[in-house]
């Protein structure tokens, strides 16, 4: 089973700042990973597949990248509904289907 | 539009079964694959299994294997996920979520989520 790590578990910043969260596979993905947003109370949305490909009605300061184990989601400037919690998760080796822990962005 | 719509809440005492629902529609059923997804209270996601509702080919998560059952009914649209001899650490949200790729890929359309409490 592949384990995601997320990193760090909270990050605290302030509008208009940069956000970058990692995710560390425990084997390569190869490029299989995507990223999803989660508000409270909400269920998760799909922000990000095969590692830098945004899902419709993504806003374009969302962007990932990487490659193997270690993949990166950038906020280029938060905007208020930004603040949630961030999701990895990985289809590369199945099953299972393995999500991170998650990345907690909030606001400073 | 896609849309799943997932049954309602259920309280359940250890060692029970449960039995939650799923219906889509807005697109064709037997062209993406069904997952089932589980979120206890103030933690992470976990998936719990798969369901090609087309065949109706499954695969499940090692740690819920013997417990759990995911099931279709293609005439009415509708995925089922079974799970048995609940215990306290069930206590989750159930998430229903459609394959993004069509199989084995990523999570596009979620069902509103069901809550089990397994309580005694």
């Known amino acids: 089973e592949i384990v995601l790590t997320q990193s760090p578990a909270t990050l605290s910043l302030s509008p208009g700042e940069r956000a970058t969260l990692s995710c560390r596979a425990s084997q390569s993905v190869r490029s299989y990973l995507a990223w999803y947003q989660q508000k409270p109370g909400q269920t998760p949305r799909l922000l990000i597949y095969?590692?830098?490909n945004r899902a419709t009605g993504v806003p374009d300061r969302f962007s990932g990248s990487g490659s193997g184990t270690d993949f990166t989601l950038t906020i280029s400037s938060l905007e208020p509904e930004d603040f949630a919690v961030y999701y990895c998760?990985?289809?590369?080796?199945?099953?299972?289907?393995?999500f991170g822990g998650g990345t907690k962005v909030e606001m400073k | 539009q896609v849309q799943l719509v997932q049954s309602g809440a259920e309280v359940k005492k250890p060692g029970a079964s449960v039995k939650i629902s799923c219906k889509a529609s807005g697109y064709n059923f037997n062209a993406y694959f069904m997952n089932w997804v589980r979120q206890a209270p103030g933690q992470g996601l976990e998936w719990m299994g798969i369901i090609d509702p087309s065949g109706g080919t499954t695969s499940y998560a090692q740690r819920f294997q013997g417990r759990v059952t995911v099931t279709r009914d293609t005439s009415t649209s509708t995925v089922y996920m079974e799970l048995s001899s609940l215990r306290s650490e069930d206590t989750a949200v159930y998430y229903c979520?459609?394959?993004?790729?069509?199989?084995?890929?990523?999570?596009?359309?979620w069902g509103q989520g069901t809550l089990v409490t397994v309580s005694s």
């Open positions: 998760q990985q289809r590369s080796n199945w099953p299972p289907l393995t």
């Open positions: 979520a459609r394959d993004h790729l069509g199989s084995w890929s990523y999570f596009d359309f």
């Open positions: 095969d590692t830098s």
